[in-house]
């Protein structure tokens, strides 16, 4: 039972990458899943979700107008399309769920996460 992200890398500003996250082991389209990110030193912080019923929820106002979450059931993933890309989204990101469909839940389960660097 894994959540896999990948898709991560080096990017200018301006520029754009699309993660992944892949469940293994289980179903994931009974849980919401939550990206977050994290910079050494710093707490996590959660970007954006989507709940079970495809509900899209901001926990970064930042994220806005740029970032774009969407699932594929049938396939056990869940993206995060991130465009417009600063210096300020380098962290590491990974997903994570809860063990519900909201967004609302304590995030428990999370996988390893995949680097995102935006620097010139």
């Known amino acids: 039972v894994q959540l896999q992200a990948s898709g991560g890398g080096s990017v200018q500003p301006g520029g754009s990458l699309s993660l992944s996250c892949v469940a293994s082991?289980?179903?994931?389209?009974?849980?919401?899943v939550g990206w977050f990110r994290q910079v050494p030193g710093k707490e996590r912080e959660g970007v954006i979700c989507?709940?079970?019923?495809?509900?899209?929820?901001y926990w970064d106002d930042s994220a806005k107008d740029r970032f774009t979450i969407s699932r594929d059931n049938g396939k056990n993933t869940v993206y995060l399309q991130m465009d417009k890309l600063n210096f300020e989204d380098t962290a590491l990101y990974y997903c994570?769920?809860?063990?519900?469909?909201?967004?609302?839940?304590?995030?428990?389960?999370r996988g390893q996460g995949t680097q995102v660097t935006v620097s010139s």
């Open positions: 994570a769920i809860p063990q519900s469909g909201s967004c609302s839940a304590n995030f428990a389960f």
């Open positions: 082991g289980f179903d994931l389209y009974m849980y919401a």
């Open positions: 989507i709940s079970s019923g495809y509900v899209e929820t």
